[in-house]
């Protein structure tokens, strides 16, 4: 080697060492902006609504600096009483997602807004002239102003229909069951919140329903309720009732006619009893245990009764009866049990729906403002979209999907905090959904935007120039004062006129014969058929487009902690019959050579031959989340009637498939492990002064908690916890600071323990950090500094509880998909090799703090994320004085893992007895 | 040559290099002590502080927020609206205010992006500016005073009385002991009226200087 090259390797080299070594804080800090930093005044709140299903959802929306980071509840709105669903939750994804539509699109071509619509609206006048028709498919929601604006532009012109589609067709069961029996038009919410025992028929109101917001609120007021539930799944809300009866999907009805039979008609409505006999007396109905009946007898006037909406149309007038039957007056309702909603757009949308399917002939244009029919299943449509000929589709969308792929015209659509919009709830109330950034994507358009535009465009009308003007002088006959407007914004609602809702339903014997019949008819015919499948929308797909949603497809299932994946549930009966395993891939063969391939879990505690999918789209996921996740496309198998199949067979394919699961702490809280926490517990440092009242606490009722998992969602949002992805969790990575763990009792019943951090007094994980990175701060929390943390991990392996978790992958990199704007900025992001835990949100004590230095309070109160979002508030957290007042009253609280002496600061509410 | 030029020298360079490098870095870090970066704006603190421009004058934030904020073209302009309108130092700043272009400073006392420091609770237990950022008044063109360490903090905040500098009168932070003092004040004094508008706070000097809390999250949260 020359002296030559010598130098110029050493220099090369020497430059690349220079530059290759980053500064230690660069690889090892946070990447949030010193700018970010906390202040007092530049957070606000803003109170919006939201459709979830077809009702809207009071939220709170937290900005800092006018940039939205933060959902939460809005308690005061009347419908849901801060019960918020998580796909709302965690929405704020949707509207910082990179993968949103950018630009419409016409033809093939990227073209800007202005140019799209006009080209829209040219095609539209087209079709009026050569005398064809227009129809424009929307989500079914009750807006007065979208409403006023559909129906002048119909009165305008005949050849273009509006028809409004619910997600998934909940209403029609009842509705036309009620339609034809009580000559009605209605469907009855029944309002659980003042009963005391819930017979529940199949509905699974506590996770995957439409109305979760609105059931859930008022299951958890007024106290302890007893939950008796007959379900051939199971279920959150299985798992969470007294009694719990595992029965197949078509014998559900024969059990309600049974609880009819048994507890009102022999006991109190003697008249209808012979009518009964009459009509039922050949296929006897099931027993039911007496000690059952006898409970239901006794409180007859606090029981409830709901039912699934999925059902046939005589379990929804059974369950009706059963309600009219056990208030207090027969002829009347009273409002207490019964809310009604009228579904006059939905019964006209259906008429319009049946006569576009009759005259397919005379529709040209197929317009889709945000309604999918491949996202709903509406296989029906689909058919007619794909083989009508010369049909010209156009879509308004979010992203990019499968009917984005058919159309020859796309363009954006607004998400729901970028546009004004009004909401009628089901009692009659205005709700306001009121925009808290302007539209991030530039040429997108809002619903009530385009619809105000194609008014003007066909009425040529020289009204206002915007439709956010207009819709405010809309509503402006209805102030009386000027402050009012802002006040309503303040509420999130008001009302618009006052009607009286009280329906009179009365039943004469004479007509019950004519209502018996009705339910014999609709009565599911039994088929012997060796499996019955049923398929149960998940929860998210009911936000629409916002389902699609990384954060909700990493949120585990509570009861089998299942993640990103949609397997098919087996009975255990049925998969030895089949000898399918565990855990293997499965072949659904419909008729007509359809088949589905899935991967499948064999459950316990699930009656005879059913199965059961809960289903959601996975086609709208971000490609490179997509690639390990079997894809479910249910649009191939046909029309279902109420999600409901039989007479198909489910075979071997001999292939396993590893399904993502997280690892359960179950282990870990066993019976005999429970302790009573104890005053004078023996001290293994006794020289450590601990400070005892001004001690943060927190404890955790589980009396009251139903495993909803919101809490691990709202952590995970507050704290800037990543995605990680199936990979990582199948590796058993996972990042979440709260696990929900379930606990079997002594009567077979299930109790959800979440556990977290613990920030035990005498805390294991703290003197075994060679570097000190965790630390004892004096009012009791146990911290974490992570930018002294070498990640060791040795604290992970001394925590017994289990809750400590290490970044193998960094938040940068984990974060990628995301908008900055999205990360809450009060919480540092950590990088690679760093552990990390709950810190009983550090960043609010220490603002709140702050706060009340300045405001010169010594007394503040701090709510978690997790207590702020629970629906049913089962977390209190405070300083020790104020939650344990009394020192010696603490038998029913417990602690976890009491023999290692760690005295832990987390305590969970438990009767001894249970 | 060949045998010169040896596996283990050609490491033992690398090494060096890297102990260089280093070296290098540590150094870069620990020693920002007399920092002084040549501003778009020059400033000079001692001419205003002799004028009785209180440091809250223009860092006004750093009494209620966490974030003592630098000051906008429109806060120099109050005065120089009319004040020496002509002279060359102020040829940026007429600039910014003409063509509506902030002005834009460099960042001398900088702290690290994992530490959060409130401003407005050291300023509410009666720290003096100049405890952190030296004497300003005194500077002509401003330097780092202090090595901005963690050790140097918390020696601070665990023997607080070895370090801290009593409120003066040029830093704005004005303080009663008892509220009578609020009656006391000269409203002729046009300096003072202006002190009083701009905070609607009453600063209470603690009675004894405490050590203060040491724990982690209170700055890495």
Known sequence: MDRRKFTKILGISSFFLGTGCRRPELSHINKVKQDYSTTYENILEYKTNVIFGNFPVGIKVRTFEDIPF????????????????????SSL?????????????????????????????????????NKKKVAFFLPLFNSPFIQSLTNEIEQYSDSIKFIALPVFDYFSSQFNANKTVFNKEFYALYDISEAKIIINFGRDFLEHDPLFPFYTSRYATNGDKILITFEDNFSLTGANSTIRFPIQFDSVESFALAILKNVILNNSKREFADTFNLVFNNPPL???????????????????????????????????????????????????????????????????????????????????????PYFSLNSTLIDL??????????TFSLYKNALTELSTITIPLQHYLEYWLDYENYDEKICSQQPVILPLIKDSISLPDFMFRLRKFLTKSSDDNRYDVFLLNYYRK????????????????????????????????????????????????????????????????????????????????????????????????????KGIENEELVQITFSKNKNLILPCIVKENISGNSAYIIYRNNYYLQKNFRKNIFELDLTVVGNFNNFFVQNITINRVGKNYEIARLQRNSSKIDMEKFGIYRKNQPQMYPNKIQPKENKWTMIIDTHKCIGCNLCILACQLENNIPVLGKEQIIKQRDLFWISVSILKMQNNKTKFIPIMCQHCDYAPCESVCPVGATSHSPDGVNEMTYSRCIGSRFCMANCPYSVRKFNFVSAEVAHLNFDPRMINPFVTLRSRGITEKCTFCIHRINFERGKSKLQGFSEFEVTTACQEICPVSAISFGQRKKIIPDDNNTEELFVLLPEFNTIPNVFYKLKRNE | MKKFISKKLILAAVFFFLLLDVFLIINYQRNGIGYQPIQNVSFSHKLHSKKKKTCLFCHHQAETHCYANLPTTKTCMICHIALKTESSLLKNVLYSYDSLISLRYIKINDLPDYVRFNHSLHIRSGIDCATCHGFVDEMDSTYQAKNFTMGWCVDCHNKPEKYLIKPREISGIFYFNDTTLFEKINFSDPMKFVKIISTNLTLILPQKIKPASTNCSICHE
């Not at chain 1, 933060?70 to 939750?89: A, C, M, Q, W």
């Open chain 1, 93 to 129: 994804y949707n509207l910082y997602d990179k993968n949103r539509m950018k630009s419409p699109i016409v033809n093939g071509k990227e073209v800007d807004l202005p140019f799209a619509i006009e080209s829209l609206f040219n095609e539209i006048a087209k079709t009026i002239t």
């Open chain 1, 478 to 577: 209805f102030y009386s004062e000027k402050n009012e407007f802002q006040k309503n914004i303040q509420n999130g609602y008001f009302y618009s006129k006052s009607t009286d809702r009280k329906k009179q339903i009365v039943i004469k014997s004479s007509e019950f014969l004519s209502i018996l019949k009705f339910i014999r008819q609709g009565f599911m015919k039994k088929t012997k058929s060796e499996v019955q499948l049923r398929i149960i929308p998940n929860q998210d797909t009911y936000a629409g487009e916002y389902s699609n949603n990384i954060y909700l497809y990493e949120l585990p299932t509570t009861l089998d902690g299942i993640v990103w994946d949609t397997p098919l549930f087996l009975s255990k009966s049925l998969a030895k019959q």
């Open chain 1, 286 to 372: 099931p027993e039911i245990p007496e000690s059952l009946i006898q409970l239901l007898k006794n409180n007859l006037k606090n029981c409830s009764f709901i039912c699934n909406d999925f059902h046939s149309a005589s379990l929804q007038i059974i369950t009706f009866l059963l309600n009219l039957f056990s208030t207090e007056n027969l002829y009347g309702i009273s409002l207490s049990r019964f809310c009604f909603f009228d579904l006059q757009n939905y019964r006209s949308n259906q008429d319009k729906f049946l006569s576009l399917i009759n005259e397919v002939d005379r529709y040209e244009q197929f317009i889709f403002l945000g309604y999918n």
């Open chain 1, 70 to 89: 933060h959902i939460s509840k809005d308690e005061f709105n009347t419908f849901n009483y801060g019960v918020v669903p998580r796909s709302i939750l």
């Open chain 1, 385 to 394: 979209i794909q083989n009508h000929p010369g049909a010209k589709i156009s």
